[in-house]
Nanobody
Framework: VQLVESGGGSVQPGGSLRLSCVAS????????MSWIRQAPGKGPEWVGS????????DYADSVKGRFTISRDNAKDALYLQMSSLKPDDTAVYYC?????????????RGQGTQVTVSS
């Protein structure tokens, strides 16, 4: 059972990135999924969630209107489209099972991908 994130990198403020998360060993389409992030020296922060069918999303206020979560259950994949990035978005981003802020406690999450927003 594994989640693998990719797509992180360094970007200037105002830029965009698209993160991907691919699952193996289980059927993610059966689960609500979330993105969480953790900045240096801080605890995990919930970013947003999408339900198993992909029809419902929810976002933290800090990213609402800038980030979009989507999924392709046929590909066992989850995505996070990030735009208008800010330095405060700098963190390691993880995908995890679960819906809502409780996903920060999920026992199943990936190894993370680093996003750095800096001029």
């Amino acid at each position: 059972v594994q989640l693998v994130e990719s797509g992180g990198g360094s970007v200037q403020p105002g830029g965009s990135l698209r993160l991907s998360c691919v699952a193996s060993g289980f059927i993610p389409g059966n689960y609500d999924m979330s993105w969480i992030r953790q900045a240096p020296g801080k605890g995990p922060e919930w970013v947003g969630s999408i339900n198993s069918g992909g029809g419902t999303t929810d976002y933290a206020d800090s990213v609402k209107g800038r980030f979009t979560i989507s999924r392709d259950n046929a590909k066992d994949a989850l995505y996070l489209q990030m735009s208008s990035l800010k330095p405060d978005d700098t963190a390691v981003y993880y995908c995890a099972t679960g819906m809502g802020p409780i996903a920060t406690m999920s026992p199943l999450r990936g190894q993370g991908t680093q996003v750095t927003v800096s001029s």
